[in-house]
């Protein structure tokens, strides 16, 4: 299609808007995107080429799904919602590649979708709904080869975090758990219409074959970091004790950190996800 024709167009997305009587919902977190540099960057960053099949999260009026069609072998795409959909089905008409679900990305079972082909998940995720949506994908493993989403800056800064830095937290363990991340570009709020409040960045996540670590008991050593980081400012015997779920002295867990080679008086902002793991088979 030609570029100028394209929804990155800004002139393009306001026609489209105003032609089909469009009003943005700020609860589904529609911020749609008017740059085609933003755009190049996240299809590079997802390592799209002719054989992908992509699993589009929120396609809004369908402006990243025309980039996604014209690079990809095929697109499907889940939107939620419906006033959006009659919008779609004019904006990706030249496109015989992209297939429209209307549904809400949280109830799909991804995995039939693709019957056990690869396929890679790229996404303009909405905002309000950002970590439940990649903790979901994640836990429940479904087996996209990566993930490639524009999400809030910060989110994004805390998912790539190393220990002992301020971003450093469960949200950065739980993924990097199931996945490697690379923090792929910053975007400014002007690449969006509406702007958004606050600034986004590109993030891929690569699904990890199998866990960087091994661990007898996954569920008890989240459970361990979220007691960690819920009292971030006490060590991290004093606030395993009186984590919710958990029956462990503080005598049991300086013990065990003994054994590991830990100071007992260590937070758990300084532990890596190693060392969370061998805590947890220690504890076991
Ligand atoms: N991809 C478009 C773009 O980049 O211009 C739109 C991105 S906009 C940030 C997020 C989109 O996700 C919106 O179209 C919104 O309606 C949709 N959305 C919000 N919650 C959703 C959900 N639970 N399931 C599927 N789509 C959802």
């Known amino acids: 299609m030609d570029k ?32 085609s540099h933003v755009i190049d960057k996240i299809i590079d960053a997802a390592e799209i080429d002719k054989d ?12 990243l799904t025309q980039y996604l069609a014209e690079s990809a072998k095929s697109v499907t795409a889940v939107e ?15 496109y015989d590649n992209v297939t429209v679900i209307h549904g809400d990305i949280m109830k799909q079972d991804i995995g039939a979708i693709f019957e056990g082909r690869p396929f890679k998940i790229v996404a303009n995720l909405p905002y309000y709904i950002t970590t439940p949506i990649i903790m979901s994908l994640l836990e429940a493993r479904v087996p996209a080869e990566s993930i490639t989403v524009m999400i809030q800056k910060e989110v994004a800064e805390r998912m790539q975090a190393a220990p002992g830095t301020k971003d450093y937290g469960a949200l950065s363990l739980a993924v990097q758990f199931y996945a490697e991340p690379y923090l792929a570009a910053n975007v400014p709020q002007n690449c969006f219409m ?64 003994t054994k590991i080679g830990l100071d007992v008086r260590i937070r758990g902002e300084a532990l890596s996800l190693k060392q969370f793991a061998d805590l947890t088979n220690e504890l076991c």
């Open 80 to 94: 939620i919602d419906d006033k959006l959909i009659p919008i779609l089905d004019k904006t990706l008409a030249d």
């Open 194 to 257: 509406p702007r958004p409040n606050v600034g986004s960045a590109v993030i891929r996540l690569r699904r990890l074959a199998e866990p960087p670590v091994s661990v007898k008991d996954e569920k008890l050593m989240f459970k361990l970091i979220r007691a960690a980081f819920n009292q971030r400012r006490k060590t991290l015997a004093n606030a395993v004790k009186n984590f919710e779920g958990l029956s462990f002295s503080r005598e049991e867990v300086e013990n065990a950190l």
């Open 4 to 35: 100028e024709k394209m929804l990155s167009n800004p002139k393009e997305t306001i026609r489209i808007i105003q032609e089909n009587n469009f009003t943005f919902r700020k609860n589904y977190g529609q911020n749609f995107l008017i740059d």
């Open 52 to 63: 992908t099949e992509v699993l589009e999260i929120g396609p809004g009026i369908g402006t």
